[in-house]
């Protein structure tokens, strides 16, 4: 089945030890997308790549990168993790003019 | 500021019955909106949608109503089961108006419990 996967779907990380979340798809979707979600708060929108094109939103913080080396796989660096980056991490599909999103399972980070 | 909101943080239905979860929004310029369901450790999965030129759109147990002059959305499941208890976010976008974000942004979203 085409879908989108996360891995991990656990993270321990220490705090200001670098670390990377990975997210593939093999729907050959042209959009990805990465949320950062916290308990009991809407998924907020950190940054997308429109086929090779980056688009960082304007409070997405430096701390926070992203590489897409092709269409399938896009990783989401977070160079020196803070208590207050512990949250799940949505990676997320969109083909073309279609609205509708297509999700992963999400990495739980927790940064100790 | 929240431009979209779920004001209600849960939700208690008896099985059977009919659920109404409801969302309201503040940005003028999205025009399409979009229901997403989430079980525990999983992703949100898409359940229905509605473009700002409709009023309603009916899937199976699930119908989703605009009010555009309300600026107001709502989320009905006739009957409701017990594999509906989950937490149901809300989402609009404002890409068909040019409003210049991509994705969609979300409301906090509604734990839904259905009780037999």
């Known amino acids: 089945d085409a879908m989108v996967i996360q891995n991990p779907r656990y993270q321990v990380t220490q705090f200001g030890k670098p670390v990377t979340l990975s997210c593939s798809q093999t729907?050959?979707?042209?959009?990805m997308y990465w949320y950062q979600q916290k308990s009991s708060q809407a998924p907020k929108l950190l940054f997308h790549y429109y086929d090779k094109d980056f688009n960082n939103e304007a409070d997405t913080p430096d701390n926070f990168q992203s590489r897409r080396p092709n269409t399938s796989f896009c990783f989401l660096d977070i160079r020196s993790p803070g208590l207050g980056d512990a949250a799940m991490y949505l990676c997320?599909?969109?083909?073309?003019?279609?609205?509708?999103?297509?999700f992963g399972s999400g990495t739980q980070l927790s940064v100790l | 500021d929240q431009q979209v909101k779920q004001n209600s943080p849960s939700l208690s239905v008896q099985e059977g019955r009919i659920s109404i979860l409801n969302c309201d929004y503040t940005n003028s310029m999205f025009d399409y909106f979009l229901w997403y369901k989430k079980y525990p450790a999983e992703g949100p999965t898409f359940l229905i949608s509605i473009s700002s030129i409709k009023d309603k759109n009916e899937d199976g147990r699930f119908t989703v109503f605009l009010n555009k002059s309300a600026k107001h959305l709502s989320l009905h499941i006739v009957p409701s089961q017990p594999g509906d208890s989950a937490v149901y976010f809300c989402a609009a976008s404002d890409r068909g108006t040019g409003g210049g974000a991509d994705g969609l942004t979300f409301g906090k979203g509604t734990h839904l419990i259905i009780q037999p």
């Open positions: 729907l050959n979707h042209n959009v």
């Open positions: 997320a599909t969109r083909q073309g003019a279609v609205e509708k999103l297509f």
